[in-house]
């Protein structure tokens, strides 16, 4: 392997994993799920997250998350593969066979797509909570209406995701929670919501489910 400040180290990892556990036992209010988010990571740092006592994998490209799933899954090992990036409609196909949660779905017409590929798939709901434009997800007014139309679809709906306001966490926090206060009206369980930067913030407001790789991994490589 190339720059050693990108290998993973499988002992480092267990290391941030239970660094992880212990701020999540610190900070959560509710029963929480780690997604460890290998993005631009090669398969060892899929296995060391699995040795290390995770379940669930991300991923935010369609064809890295295909390509590495099949060569995680030609050892032998299987993880819970969450697609966590923007989806576009082309892709379902493809992941269909391998992904068990999307967190990120922002439309009807997408969602249609996923109940006709992947029937009775899990799926979240991603909300822009910040209002930055560049930003996928649904406006909070819309939320609510994509939910009650999805849950017509064969789809198990199981929550909301959003991504933090980059830098200001008092900002985050008012958004966090205002989707927890969401989630919570629609009847919802899960709320995907911090990333290694936001991450006890996301906690304290009422986050299921936490999207983490720098903190677990160290940072990405570039290419
Ligand atoms: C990359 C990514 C993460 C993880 O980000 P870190 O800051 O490395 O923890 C979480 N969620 C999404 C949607 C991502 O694309």
């Not at 819970?80 to 576009?88: I, K, L, P, S, T």
């Not at 409609?89 to 249609?112: C, E, I, M, Y």
């Not at 139309?149 to 064969?154: F, I, P, Q, S």
């Not at 008012?174 to 919802?188: K, S, V």
Request: aromatic share 4%; with cysteine; proline share 4%.
């Amino acid at each position: 392997m190339a720059g050693s400040g990108m290998s993973i180290d499988p002992a480092r990892v267990a290391e941030n994993v239970a660094a992880l556990r212990e701020l999540i036992a610190n900070h959560a209010t509710r029963p929480v799920e780690i997604v460890a988010v290998t993005k631009r990571f090669g398969p060892e740092a899929v296995h060391a997250a699995l040795d290390a006592g995770i379940v669930a994998v991300g991923e935010n490209y369609a064809q890295e998350l295909v390509a590495k799933a099949e060569a995680v899954a030609a050892t032998g090992a299987e993880p819970e593969w969450h697609f966590v990036g923007h989806v576009q409609r082309n892709k379902v196909r493809q992941l269909a066979p391998w992904v068990r949660l999307w967190h990120s779905v922002d439309s009807l017409r997408l969602a249609t797509e996923i109940a006709k590929r992947a029937p009775g798939a899990a799926v979240l709901v991603q909300a822009n909570m910040t209002g930055v434009e560049t930003q996928s997800g649904l406006p909070p007014s819309e939320v609510a209406a994509t939910v009650h139309a999805m849950r017509g679809l064969d789809l198990d709906v199981r929550g909301l995701m959003m991504i933090g306001a980059e830098g200001d966490l008092d900002e985050s926090r008012r958004q966090f929670a205002a989707l927890r206060a969401m989630a919570d009206d629609l009847g919802l369980v899960e709320c995907s919501m911090g990333m290694s930067g936001d991450l006890e913030v996301a906690l304290e407001e009422g986050a299921t489910i936490v999207r983490v790789g720098t903190m677990l991994f160290g940072p990405r490589p570039t290419a």
